[in-house]
């Protein structure tokens, strides 16, 4: 009892498990070595780690250079005895941390919601008598006893069950119930293949079972998962990089400028304090105050747009990463399929035929044969196929809020599904042909019987029968015709279509019947050992979303690879990825489909699996730290990597995701909170959507920073220039602060609600390594910075030489940065193209924030308390006209070279 870590509980003999728990499978455990155990191993709880405390997180806020800049914005002001303005910008960073503290409060609930998962009570066996009790009491060793509708309170071997079938889709991404057993199996077993095991937070579908518990807590399978979440990186995203490198760049040419600029002032001969004045107005005008604000509101306004789109966005940033993506790394079941068996071909009375649709709405498709559509009716054969399919049915279809949805087995309701398509009635079924008697599926025979009393003109007894194909035809003795007629059974034929169907990845059931005498009242498997007639073949499988297939092409157009990575079979996952086209071109044919299973995997050496990663589509059988080194061997590649799924297994890889993307309706609690995105319609199609709009919101953060730092440049050398001419400033601190802040808010701003411009997902995904401004926009900075040092002190000389007061010279000076931003922002639209090539009036926020701008220019230049507060003056007619003219020549020149750039590319 020692040591039960690590131990192969699958692969043991029954008598070593028991032996090794110490307890005895008639009895159970005593109350004293319950006590001990619990004492021992713990409670049956997943442990969450301690994590920030609220004001801890709120501080960490603060903790970014963009703000520490801000910050000192904040200081330099006071201490200029500017209090308003240095209220307004520790201001903007109080509404910063806010925001930013509400969007990431729930960002490490993951472990919480585990703990949940394991949360249930459980039938145990203890000292002799069964009891139920919480499953967080359960021990090592203790006897417990399962039934459809149970969830498995702990990981435990089985000894003995009777048809149990577990979902253990969450753990393991398997499509469909397991048929559990109580078999001896090879050591290298993989998790999904470990029929004689069951693990916590799974769900029993159907049958009943008994075993030991052979572990608990975070010994378990799911505590394993928990160890591998919280173990997961938080990755700083591609924006928070970059702004952060830009940040530390700006931090250090903000204080080298400070310095030159005060060491050739005094060289000059000029006073020590009015040098330090002029440094700090060179601060002040250096530093983007608008920024951090723009990029929170930027991203939020993303966070808006993508809601509308079924996308919640749980981490502000997230919105970016996802328009930088490179890889979708995707779970198969229930994200890229519809998690709803479904048939797709029949094999009857020897003809195929096709069902249309997917999913459990008997009204979504028909049954065709050749395209075309049919009377089932007219078509004996299909028709007592799809007859056996419904009365030797244990499960319901129930419509639930608009959603069809199956009572029982998966599989069942599939079958029902494609009944209903062709017509059939099960209700009315039922009641032509009254069940008397069934022999329920067993994995050691490996079909399912009921018997039934067929009304009408006579009165007989009938057997109907489905299972595995092996299995119902070595009961068969002939098969019924296209007519309704019996002939020849030609096993090898049916055969060589079973294996056409599996080559589709198609789970595949055999269907017959039989006639039994009229006083038939019970059946036995002794009943059906011989003598059936075969009826025919059903192949389906969990098909892929139509919109699914649309959002994977749009992707690998915007040069983003999708991989599938699932706990299903290799040959289910190469049917799905080959008909989404996931290696580029749809395949029909799954054993076209290159696949790696966990087997493969964990034969792989680190360097293997990085190459592995990177060129392979499909990876099947999978583990949870599989999945997990998959994502780490993409990100060690460079790939910006986003993971979608919605099952605790999935739940590591989502954390160690740049992007980790969430079902909302079929998501587990865990994988949610694991996500930085929560899809509310469990659509594939909604991320192909949130890509478009990340890549959006990633071009208006960069037009942003292309039209702010021209005039903090501007503002810079405009300084400067004062210094080293040995001139009176143009510009005061005051005023600088002005310009930072109103236009960055009322012009700036404006930039995130322009539309996303088109063609924007036909191109490759931005490269992590890029920096966010490229040489070319560097230029494109530098040459409008050097415009606005050239407009500000041209107009600044001139108004001085025509005779103006400083007050009103500097209120030139002032508006002249203004309204050239204000003309320079419509440059700004696109970085490429032409405004009028976008749509002049395509976003007509920039006009209102023109608008409110020039009103507070006027306010600025003529009144009076603002002439006071700023050192501003009234102006005349004519230095508005030339102020504007500036602003014209500066759009022009842009424009100019933006067409310069533009023909260079294109190699004109």
Same mark, same amino acid.
């Given at each position: 009892m020692d040591d039960l870590l690590g131990k192969h509980w699958h692969h043991l003999p029954m008598d070593e498990v028991a032996e090794l728990l110490e307890c005895d499978t008639e009895k159970g455990l005593d109350?004293?070595?319950?006590?001990?155990?619990?004492?021992?191993?713990?409670?049956?709880?997943?442990?969450?780690?301690k994590g920030k405390g609220p004001w801890l997180r709120f501080l960490l806020q603060f903790h970014q250079p963009l703000i520490?800049?801000?910050?000192?914005?904040?200081v330099i002001t006071a201490a200029l005895q500017e209090w308003v303005d240095s209220g307004v910008i520790f201001g903007v960073v109080l509404v910063n941390a806010i925001i930013g503290f509400i969007q990431e409060a729930k960002a490490v609930s993951a472990l919480a919601a585990l703990a949940k998962t394991m949360t249930s009570e459980a039938t145990v066996l203890r000292q002799g008598e069964k009891t139920r009790i919480s499953s967080i009491d359960l021990v090592p060793g203790d006897i417990v006893f399962l039934q459809s509708g149970d969830k498995v309170p702990a990981d435990m071997r089985f000894f003995q069950i009777r048809d149990l079938q577990i979902d253990e889709s969450a753990l393991t991404g398997e499509s469909v119930p397991v048929q559990k057993s109580v078999k001896q199996l090879e050591r290298d077993t993989t998790l999904a293949d470990r029929k004689n095991m069951a693990y916590g937070s799974t769900l029993v579908t159907y049958g009943q079972g008994a075993g030991i518990v052979? @572990?608990?807590g975070d010994h378990s399978e799911v505590g394993r998962i928990s160890e591998l979440i919280s173990s997961a990186q938080d990755l700083a995203t591609p924006l928070t990089r970059k702004i952060d490198h830009f940040s530390h760049i700006l931090l250090y040419v903000i204080l080298g400028l400070a310095v030159v600029t005060v060491g050739v002032g005094l060289l000059r001969g000029q006073p020590l304090f009015d040098m330090f004045m002029a440094a700090?107005?060179?601060?002040?005008? @250096?530093?983007?105050?608008?920024?951090?604000a723009a990029v929170t509101i930027t991203l939020a306004i993303g966070v808006s747009r993508m809601a509308r789109k079924n996308a919640i966005i749980r981490k502000l940033p997230a919105v970016e990463t996802l328009g930088s993506t490179s890889v979708i790394c995707s779970d198969k079941t229930g994200t890229l399929t519809e998690n709803q068996m479904t048939v797709k071909e029949i094999l009857a009375g020897g003809s195929w035929y096709e069902v249309s649709g997917g999913g459990y709405n008997p009204f979504g498709g028909k049954i065709q044969a050749g395209g075309a559509d049919i009377d089932v009716a007219a078509h004996a054969g299909l028709l007592e196929c799809l007859r056996t399919s419904i009365l030797c049915n244990d499960s319901m279809l129930v419509e639930k809020e608009g959603s069809w949805q199956v009572e029982g087995d998966p599989t069942e309701g599939g079958l029902l599904t494609a009944a209903r398509k062709g017509g059939l009635d099960p209700a009315a079924l039922e009641k032509e042909a009254p069940r008397l008697d069934s022999i329920p599926f067993e994995s050691a025979h490996q079909y399912m019987a009921t018997l039934h009393e067929v009304k009408g003109g006579k009165q007989q007894r009938r057997v109907y029968v489905k299972g595995a194909v092996e299995a119902i035809l070595a009961r068969s003795s002939t098969m019924l015709g296209e007519e309704g007629d019996t002939v020849e059974l030609n096993g090898d034929a049916i055969l060589g279509h079973v294996e056409k169907m599996a080559a589709q990845g198609l789970r595949v059931l055999a269907f017959a019947t039989m006639e039994m005498p009229a006083d038939t009242r019970e059946i036995h498997h002794e009943d059906v050992e011989s003598g059936l007639t075969f009826l025919g073949l059903m192949g389906m499988i969990d098909p892929p979303r139509a919109e699914a297939i649309t959002a994977v092409k749009v992707c690998q157009a915007a040069g983003i690879r999708i991989k599938m990575i699932t706990g299903d079979h290799a040959l289910t996952a190469a049917a799905i990825a080959g008909q989404l086209g996931l290696g580029g071109a749809v395949e029909l044919d799954a054993r076209a489909v290159t696949v790696l299973t966990g087997s493969d995997l964990?034969?792989?050496?680190?360097?293997e699996l990085i190459d592995a990663a990177e060129n392979t589509a499909v990876f099947a059988r999978v583990t949870p730290e599989q999945k997990l080194r998959l994502v780490e061997a993409l990100q060690a590649r460079g790939q910006v990597v986003a993971m979608t799924g919605d099952g605790v297994n999935d739940a590591p890889a989502l954390k160690q995701a740049n992007i980790g993307v969430a079902m909302g309706i079929t998501g587990t609690e865990v994988s949610k909170e694991a996500a930085d995105m929560v899809l509310t319609d469990d659509n594939f199609s909604s991320i192909e959507a949130a890509v478009e709009e990340g890549r959006g919101v990633f071009d208006n953060l960069t037009k942003f920073i292309v039209w702010t730092l021209p005039t903090n440049l501007g503002e810079g050398l405009v300084i400067m220039a004062a210094i080293f001419l040995g001139v009176t400033l143009p510009v005061l601190p005051v005023q600088i602060l002005w310009i930072n802040m109103t236009t960055a808010g009322f012009l700036g701003l404006m930039l995130a609600f322009e539309p996303k411009e088109p063609g924007i997902m036909l191109r490759p995904p931005r490269d992590p390594k890029t920096p966010i401004l490229t040489g070319q926009l560097i230029s494109r900075i530098v040459l409008v910075g050097g415009l606005l040092l050239l407009a500000c002190f041209s107009l600044f000389r001139w108004e001085l030489a025509a005779g103006a007061t400083l007050a009103e010279a500097r209120t030139v000076a002032v508006n002249v940065f203004v309204i050239v931003e204000l003309f320079y922002l419509f440059n700004c639209r696109s970085l490429t193209k032409s405004v009028f090539q976008l749509g002049f009036f395509s976003n007509m926020w920039v006009f209102a924030g023109a608008a409110a701008m020039l009103l507070l220019q006027i306010v600025y230049t003529y009144l009076p308390v603002m002439n006071t507060l700023f050192q501003s003056a009234p102006i005349s007619m004519e230095a508005w006209l030339r102020i504007v003219l500036a602003g014209i020549i500066a759009y022009q020149i842009v424009e100019f070279e933006k067409w310069v750039q533009g023909r260079r590319k294109s190699g004109l």
């Amino acid at each position: 009892m020692d040591d039960l870590l690590g131990k192969h509980w699958h692969h043991l003999p029954m008598d070593e498990v028991a032996e090794l728990l110490e307890c005895d499978t008639e009895k159970g455990l005593d109350v004293f070595e319950v006590k001990h155990r619990t004492e021992q191993y713990g409670l049956n709880t997943i442990s969450t780690k301690k994590g920030k405390g609220p004001w801890l997180r709120f501080l960490l806020q603060f903790h970014q250079p963009l703000i520490y800049i801000l910050i000192g914005a904040g200081v330099i002001t006071a201490a200029l005895q500017e209090w308003v303005d240095s209220g307004v910008i520790f201001g903007v960073v109080l509404v910063n941390a806010i925001i930013g503290f509400i969007q990431e409060a729930k960002a490490v609930s993951a472990l919480a919601a585990l703990a949940k998962t394991m949360t249930s009570e459980a039938t145990v066996l203890r000292q002799g008598e069964k009891t139920r009790i919480s499953s967080i009491d359960l021990v090592p060793g203790d006897i417990v006893f399962l039934q459809s509708g149970d969830k498995v309170p702990a990981d435990m071997r089985f000894f003995q069950i009777r048809d149990l079938q577990i979902d253990e889709s969450a753990l393991t991404g398997e499509s469909v119930p397991v048929q559990k057993s109580v078999k001896q199996l090879e050591r290298d077993t993989t998790l999904a293949d470990r029929k004689n095991m069951a693990y916590g937070s799974t769900l029993v579908t159907y049958g009943q079972g008994a075993g030991i518990v052979t @572990a608990t807590g975070d010994h378990s399978e799911v505590g394993r998962i928990s160890e591998l979440i919280s173990s997961a990186q938080d990755l700083a995203t591609p924006l928070t990089r970059k702004i952060d490198h830009f940040s530390h760049i700006l931090l250090y040419v903000i204080l080298g400028l400070a310095v030159v600029t005060v060491g050739v002032g005094l060289l000059r001969g000029q006073p020590l304090f009015d040098m330090f004045m002029a440094a700090v107005a060179l601060a002040v005008g @250096a530093i983007p105050e608008g920024l951090p604000a723009a990029v929170t509101i930027t991203l939020a306004i993303g966070v808006s747009r993508m809601a509308r789109k079924n996308a919640i966005i749980r981490k502000l940033p997230a919105v970016e990463t996802l328009g930088s993506t490179s890889v979708i790394c995707s779970d198969k079941t229930g994200t890229l399929t519809e998690n709803q068996m479904t048939v797709k071909e029949i094999l009857a009375g020897g003809s195929w035929y096709e069902v249309s649709g997917g999913g459990y709405n008997p009204f979504g498709g028909k049954i065709q044969a050749g395209g075309a559509d049919i009377d089932v009716a007219a078509h004996a054969g299909l028709l007592e196929c799809l007859r056996t399919s419904i009365l030797c049915n244990d499960s319901m279809l129930v419509e639930k809020e608009g959603s069809w949805q199956v009572e029982g087995d998966p599989t069942e309701g599939g079958l029902l599904t494609a009944a209903r398509k062709g017509g059939l009635d099960p209700a009315a079924l039922e009641k032509e042909a009254p069940r008397l008697d069934s022999i329920p599926f067993e994995s050691a025979h490996q079909y399912m019987a009921t018997l039934h009393e067929v009304k009408g003109g006579k009165q007989q007894r009938r057997v109907y029968v489905k299972g595995a194909v092996e299995a119902i035809l070595a009961r068969s003795s002939t098969m019924l015709g296209e007519e309704g007629d019996t002939v020849e059974l030609n096993g090898d034929a049916i055969l060589g279509h079973v294996e056409k169907m599996a080559a589709q990845g198609l789970r595949v059931l055999a269907f017959a019947t039989m006639e039994m005498p009229a006083d038939t009242r019970e059946i036995h498997h002794e009943d059906v050992e011989s003598g059936l007639t075969f009826l025919g073949l059903m192949g389906m499988i969990d098909p892929p979303r139509a919109e699914a297939i649309t959002a994977v092409k749009v992707c690998q157009a915007a040069g983003i690879r999708i991989k599938m990575i699932t706990g299903d079979h290799a040959l289910t996952a190469a049917a799905i990825a080959g008909q989404l086209g996931l290696g580029g071109a749809v395949e029909l044919d799954a054993r076209a489909v290159t696949v790696l299973t966990g087997s493969d995997l964990a034969k792989l050496s680190d360097s293997e699996l990085i190459d592995a990663a990177e060129n392979t589509a499909v990876f099947a059988r999978v583990t949870p730290e599989q999945k997990l080194r998959l994502v780490e061997a993409l990100q060690a590649r460079g790939q910006v990597v986003a993971m979608t799924g919605d099952g605790v297994n999935d739940a590591p890889a989502l954390k160690q995701a740049n992007i980790g993307v969430a079902m909302g309706i079929t998501g587990t609690e865990v994988s949610k909170e694991a996500a930085d995105m929560v899809l509310t319609d469990d659509n594939f199609s909604s991320i192909e959507a949130a890509v478009e709009e990340g890549r959006g919101v990633f071009d208006n953060l960069t037009k942003f920073i292309v039209w702010t730092l021209p005039t903090n440049l501007g503002e810079g050398l405009v300084i400067m220039a004062a210094i080293f001419l040995g001139v009176t400033l143009p510009v005061l601190p005051v005023q600088i602060l002005w310009i930072n802040m109103t236009t960055a808010g009322f012009l700036g701003l404006m930039l995130a609600f322009e539309p996303k411009e088109p063609g924007i997902m036909l191109r490759p995904p931005r490269d992590p390594k890029t920096p966010i401004l490229t040489g070319q926009l560097i230029s494109r900075i530098v040459l409008v910075g050097g415009l606005l040092l050239l407009a500000c002190f041209s107009l600044f000389r001139w108004e001085l030489a025509a005779g103006a007061t400083l007050a009103e010279a500097r209120t030139v000076a002032v508006n002249v940065f203004v309204i050239v931003e204000l003309f320079y922002l419509f440059n700004c639209r696109s970085l490429t193209k032409s405004v009028f090539q976008l749509g002049f009036f395509s976003n007509m926020w920039v006009f209102a924030g023109a608008a409110a701008m020039l009103l507070l220019q006027i306010v600025y230049t003529y009144l009076p308390v603002m002439n006071t507060l700023f050192q501003s003056a009234p102006i005349s007619m004519e230095a508005w006209l030339r102020i504007v003219l500036a602003g014209i020549i500066a759009y022009q020149i842009v424009e100019f070279e933006k067409w310069v750039q533009g023909r260079r590319k294109s190699g004109l």
